[in-house]
């Protein structure tokens, strides 16, 4: 389950802008505190966010960008992202990031909003069950887009990745999901919760903290924490908390019986992404479609299979159809 390394420089091998860049991290969260603080009602003002509204409202080009652009910090955006990752590119690279998306919407965004509960803006047509602040649009971007740019390690995926994280967040205020303080907070609780992510846990991760427990107790832990969690009266906690479980199970049941490669050619990929895909989508919203909404458990179960599916049912039938094989294969 091995990660490119943070133990070391995260932003540059130059050590002197390694400390530079952290420190310039630690100042953009104090400033974004500050103006939060300092600005809350402004921030919050109706007036401020109808206006930007109305900018989306009449435009139909500004409408459909911005609607494209909020889906780059969605979940199940990230969710089908990350497996084609897993299944073509970087197996530990999309595997903990299918850990960290579910964790980290769930931290920073579903339980803050559940102890705030702040209303959204009332703007006409937009209705969602949950309350507003902070968003998880932007927290989850900046989690997950920021996890894979310290990751890959590329001055182009660095930039690509601060431009999505900024139009998502702008994107939740121009269709009227969000005022801009929920987007501010966003941006704070994920890039605190990416901050702890790096410094714990890949650090468990490279000190291969995880050996030291058996199989069963592993797999144990991957279940049913998740599923305690599930029932914290959050709207989406048994969705999160699903995937969560599901992709956690599977990498442990891939790691013992399959290790798959993630190469090979160009046709694999393709095939790989096209069947994996068309499976999320029968198994989350087809599944939605006659599972009740209201039962923890069999939502918890819907999304539990879904990443089950992409961390270990799908390798294993990639494997048997030929569009993969075994590491260990001569």
Sequence with gaps: MELPSVSGNIFSPNPGRERRYRWLCLYFIV?????????????????????????????????????????????????????????????SLGFWGLLLMPSAIFITSEIPKDIVRLPRPDVRGVTVPTYTFPSGHASGAVSVWGYLAIMIKKRRFWIWSIIIIALV??????????????????????MIFLA??????IGVIENRTYEKLSFS??????????????FIPAEYAPNLMGYLAGAAAGRLL????????????????????????????????????????????????????????????????????????PINKS
Excluded at 49 to 64: D, G, M, P, R
Excluded at 196 to 201: D, E, Q, V
């Design 254 to 325: 891939e790691t013992k019986k399959l290790n798959f490669d993630p190469g090979g050619d160009r046709r694999q990929h393709l095939f790989r992404a096209l069947i994996g895909i068309s499976v999320i989508a029968a198994l989350i919203p087809g599944i939605g479609m006659v599972v009740p909404h209201d039962i923890n458990m069999l939502t918890f179960i819907q999304h539990a299979l879904s990443t089950f599916w992409v961390t270990f049912l799908a390798p294993l039938f990639f494997i048997k159809v030929g569009l993969a094989r």
């Design 217 to 230: 107790l592993l797999l144990s832990l991957a279940l049913f924490v998740p599923l305690g969690l599930s």
């Design 31 to 91: 400033a974004l505190v500050i103006i939060l603080y300092l600005f809350w009602l402004p921030l919050r003002d109706t007036g401020l966010t109808y206006s930007l509204v109305s900018i989306a409202v009449h435009n139909t080009f500004v409408l459909l960008f911005f609607q494209g652009v909020t889906v780059l910090g969605s979940e199940g955006f990230f969710l089908v992202f990350l497996s084609v990752i897993y299944w073509s590119f970087n197996k």
């Design 169 to 190: 967040g702008l994107s939740r205020v121009m269709l009227g999901y969000h005022f801009p303080g929920d987007v501010i907070g966003g941006l704070v609780t994920g």
């Design 196 to 201: 702890l992510f790096l410094r714990i846990g």
